[in-house]
């Protein structure tokens, strides 16, 4: 897809806004799919397809978790480090309403309103990024450390073999 052709999307418009540099790339998206999905459909490895992840801790507090494709996030370990006493993932419904993107087509730029972001600290080690855009079948690759040029960001270690 030709650079100038993508959608504006709040996430498109964040990082506009920020001066970050991203390449956009389009994909046939499928209910259910995730990174395994775009990941098929861009021919690249998993690991570097970051999923943005809504979720809440046991106070209704929303979060969002950027975490590997190929990983899932420990929720006792986040629990532990956030000192509450669990981390959910938000029902589809609740995720929406926080973040303002549809389920499968969140990003962590341009949210509703500002909601704390943790980055597996993994991501930031690797050279380019594929993260969602703000729109099913729309990723964006990064720097992955140019995310902090957009939003706020807390590195943690919360990745277990998904």
Do not use: W
């Not at 978790?65 to 938000?90: F, Y």
């Not at 704390?116 to 703000?134: F, M, S, T, V």
């Not at 450390?145 to 960001?153: F, L, N």
């Amino acid at each position: 897809m030709a650079q100038k052709d993508y959608p504006r999307t709040n996430a498109i418009r964040c990082l506009l806004d920020h001066g970050v540099e991203f390449e956009v790339f389009t994909y046939k998206y499928e209910e259910r799919g995730g990174t395994r999905v775009s990941s098929r459909e861009l021919d690249v490895d998993e690991h570097i397809v970051v999923k943005t992840l809504v979720m809440e801790t046991d106070a209704g507090q929303p979060l969002i978790v950027l975490m590997h494709g190929d990983n899932e996030v420990s929720t006792k370990q986040l629990a532990r480090i956030l000192n509450v006493k669990s981390v959910a993932p938000c029902d589809p419904k609740v995720a929406n309403r926080h973040s303002g993107y549809l389920v499968g087509g969140t990003s962590p730029f341009g949210t509703r309103r500002p909601i704390p972001i943790y980055c597996e600290a993994g991501i930031l080690d690797l050279d380019r990024i594929y993260i969602n855009g703000g729109a099913r079948g729309l990723l964006v690759r990064i720097n992955p450390r140019d995310i902090a040029k957009a939003v706020d960001i807390t590195p943690v270690h919360v990745a277990v073999p998904g």
